[in-house]
């Protein structure tokens, strides 16, 4: 049979900054990470929210992260959940502990391990920038 094929692969999801997640998009695109930090209580919070999800006080502070940390939990995914990433598959997305506090969640390079030790990268996707963790081994 023809024509069931797709003629060009299916596109991949990409972010839309909001009020929110505008600062978090722009780090990313310079090569920064930057996550939410509550002016009342001082925890680092991710996602961006409007809120602090720990005390509830609406301030908002923005700090630095190096991005390195620790791998707290991971998944490995072997059936992708859109048809654009089915030639990504198996990959790792990881619950990572950032060194200086804050716990984000991203796609893992390399062979991941609850404890392992993890640097950011920040991957280029044209008109945005993908932030992910590698573990500096081969996958
Ligand atoms: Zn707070």
Redesign the pocket.
Same mark, same amino acid.
């Given at each position: 049979m023809t024509g069931t094929q797709p003629s060009t692969p299916p596109t991949r999801p990409r972010p839309s900054p909001d009020e929110q997640s505008a600062t978090y998009w722009q780090g990313l695109r310079n090569g920064r990470v930057l996550i939410q930090a !509550?002016t009342? !209580?001082g925890?680092r919070r991710f996602p961006p929210t409007p809120g !602090?999800p720990?005390?509830a006080?609406p301030g908002i502070r923005w700090e630095e992260a190096s991005g390195i940390g620790t791998v707290y939990s991971f998944i490995t995914v072997h059936r992708a959940f859109d048809p654009a990433f089915a030639d990504d598959v198996p990959y790792d997305i990881a619950t990572i502990d950032l060194d200086g506090g804050g716990r984000m969640v991203g796609r893992v390079t390399g062979a991941t391990e609850i404890g392992g030790h993890v640097t950011p990268a920040f991957v280029d996707q044209g008109d945005w920038t993908e932030l992910r963790f590698t573990t500096g081994d081969k996958p």
């Open positions: !509550c009342a !209580c925890r !602090c720990y005390c006080d």
